[in-house]
């Protein structure tokens, strides 16, 4: 049986590709059953991906599409010693290969890095950012949320705001505030503030502000972007059973960029 931590994942990766049911099991159960599964697959003992996904470093790494370096570098660090060799494409995505005694089938695992994020579109005159989504938001999901600007001189805390209520129509005060609406407030006295003081320029990426956190005595967990970082945890772990376990086939683990566009 898949571990409960991660069935939820594999249910996911089951939708995409129809053959990840025979193989993904291999990586996950130590199972002694002997249904068809792809020759030369072997069973290896159950995951332990508990350290990786706890790993505040992992889960609270900024990684908005097409800025994933820093989750890159934990990726990086993480499959390095475990890998025969660790490479980089073009757009930013990190191939680990574990090389086996045969050369086929040759099998790949993958995982995204990035997560939703903003961009800064424009500063107004006032200091306030406009900006432009990265992912698919709810408009309603970026009201009242704290963010972090990733400037050159680093990261600076800000707050996507609206007008308050007492300023408001009674027509305004019950509908849903599109993005055009909004602002981020990053405490700047005016334009000139935020671009000389703070470092703020259009095209900055932007995160959420959210730490990761146990909930509830260890049975649960709060942060962002699990999508996908839990499943960049089970693509880590299922390279270091491997590794232990050892394996007949050649194998990559894909830490991929730009899913979320």
Known sequence: EVPSRVRVRFTAISAYCPHWPA?????LSNTSSTEARPEGLRWVEPLKITSCIESPRSAEAPGPTGFEGPVRTVVRRELTPLADAVETDGLGSLIARLDGAAGAPRVMLAAHMDELGLLVRRITPEG???????GGWLDQAIVNQRWRVLTSKGPVLGLTGIKTVHVMTAEARGRVFGRDDLFIDVGAADAKDAEE???ICPGDPVVPDSRFEVMAGGARYLGKAWD???GVGVLIEAVRALRVAGHPNTVFAAATVQEEV
């Open 128 to 134: 306030y950012l406009k900006f432009q989504p990265l």
């Open 23 to 27: 193989a993904l099991p291999m990586l």
């Open 228 to 230: 996908d970082r839990a």
């Open 197 to 199: 003081r703070l470092g």
